[in-house]
């Protein structure tokens, strides 16, 4: 066999095979299996809107109409004037209420308006066909026909989504849509963040939180303190805004 004797092939072998053997004898570790981590809860958004602080500046008004590239004549939260008991004025801030049991999404027969896991009421402006019944659903006044072209926007190859619906498409419905972009990247709506009066507030269900970009509070407690309500709650349509009144308004209407 040349320079290569058995003995060494043999040798060779054993070793080899006493090597496997005392590998064998290694305790084997089970490492135990990562527990999977706990599903992020989602928010589920409201809004609070604290009448004794607003003075019908309307500057959450002009701010939406900013971010969304909206006409004058076309307001997604609208500022009302109305009248107390006592006939004296004051402000109502009326943006979409985000219906838990929305009228809005169960007439619409193409399904473009629609609930996010957020709670919020979104419009598909591809399916939009413009038939307008959800208008006509809606107690609340809060959506727009767009009957011409939009403003023009900055972006040309820019396109609607559900989320950030600019620009407007003709012929569709628009809402707010408590400035989803924004909140996903954690930001206010700019409603919210353009209030001088810090009458608005961002709040969500799931953490028991609201901010109005000042002060923050414990959702539940600041609602229930200032015996907050729900505009046309006896309609049952599960409105996500709050109001809290304070000057004697009736807004049983």
């Not at 496997?20 to 290694?26: D, E, N, R, Y």
């Not at 299996?33 to 989602?42: E, S, T």
């Not at 009326?94 to 009421?121: I, K, T, W, Y």
Request: glycine share 8%.
């Amino acid at each position: 066999m040349g320079s290569v004797s058995r003995r060494k092939v043999l040798g060779s072998s054993v070793a080899g095979i006493g090597a496997v053997a005392a590998a064998s004898l290694v305790p084997i570790r089970f490492e135990a299996a990562a527990a999977p981590a706990p599903a992020k809860k989602v928010r589920q958004w409201v809004m609070v809107i604290d009448l004794r602080r607003c003075d019908g500046c309307k500057k959450c008004t002009e701010a939406c109409q900013k971010v969304h590239h909206l006409p004058k004549d076309t307001e997604w939260i609208k500022v009302q004037e109305l009248k107390n008991k006592r006939g004296q004025p004051f402000f109502m801030p009326r943006p979409c209420m985000q219906c838990e049991n929305a009228p809005c999404v169960r007439v619409c027969p193409v399904g473009a308006s629609f609930h996010d896991a957020e709670g919020l009421v979104l419009v598909d402006q591809d399916r939009c066909i413009g038939c307008r019944m959800c208008m006509a659903a809606c107690p609340f006044g809060a959506r727009y026909f767009v009957d011409e072209d939009p403003p023009a926007h900055v972006d040309p190859f820019s396109h609607p989504t559900p989320q950030y619906p600019v620009p407007q498409q003709k012929g569709t419905v628009g809402k707010c849509m408590l400035c989803v972009h924004y909140t996903a990247e954690g930001k206010l709506p700019a409603c919210i963040e353009e209030c001088g009066m810090y009458a608005l507030y961002l709040g969500d269900l799931v953490s028991d939180v609201a901010t109005n970009g000042k002060e923050t509070v414990r959702l539940s407690k600041f609602l229930d303190e200032n015996d907050a309500f729900r505009w046309k709650e006896e309609l049952s349509t599960g409105p996500r805004v709050y109001y809290i009144a304070g000057h004697g308004q009736d807004l049983g209407w």
